[in-house]
């Protein structure tokens, strides 16, 4: 199951690196859509980097990367036009970006926990 979770990341995120590098060479009409999905990966993984500030809880790291990463996702989504500025859109958009949110933090947390006790069972 291990092996089978790390090829789907991988998988997924080569795959993702080559259409955008594909739409930004080849594709005039997708050039603007892989520059913002460059842009707003950025920014989200830059805000990841605040789980490196230990003196903070996880609570904090986790708020602070959940609002940049929305901030970047609702700005650049209005730029792009990926969605309309109406209530009940930007509603079920931000319901679907905190689920999908979530659902990776716990697959990140469960991943660090188990490293964490097989460390900590070496050590032992």
């Known amino acids: 199951?291990?092996?089978v979770v790390k090829l789907l990341y991988l998988g997924i995120s080569l795959g993702s690196i080559l259409f955008t590098l594909s739409a930004l060479v080849f594709s005039l009409e997708a050039r603007g859509f892989a520059f913002a999905y460059l842009l707003l990966s950025l920014f989200i993984?830059?805000?990841?980097?605040?789980?490196?500030?230990?003196?903070?809880?996880?609570?904090?790291?986790?708020l602070f990367h959940l609002g940049v990463s929305y901030i970047a996702y609702l700005a650049i989504a209005f730029y792009c036009k990926w969605i309309p500025m109406n209530f009940v859109i930007v509603l079920t958009s931000t319901i679907f970006f905190l689920?999908?949110?979530?659902?990776?933090?716990?697959?990140m947390y469960?991943?660090?926990?188990?490293?964490?006790?097989?460390?900590?069972?070496?050590l032992s």
């Open 110 to 122: 469960l991943y660090k926990k188990r490293k964490i006790e097989r460390i900590n069972q070496k």
């Open 99 to 107: 689920i999908l949110f979530f659902i990776i933090w716990f697959v």
């Open 1 to 3: 199951m291990k092996t």
């Open 45 to 62: 993984a830059l805000a990841s980097a605040i789980y490196e500030v230990e003196k903070l809880t996880l609570l904090t790291q986790t």
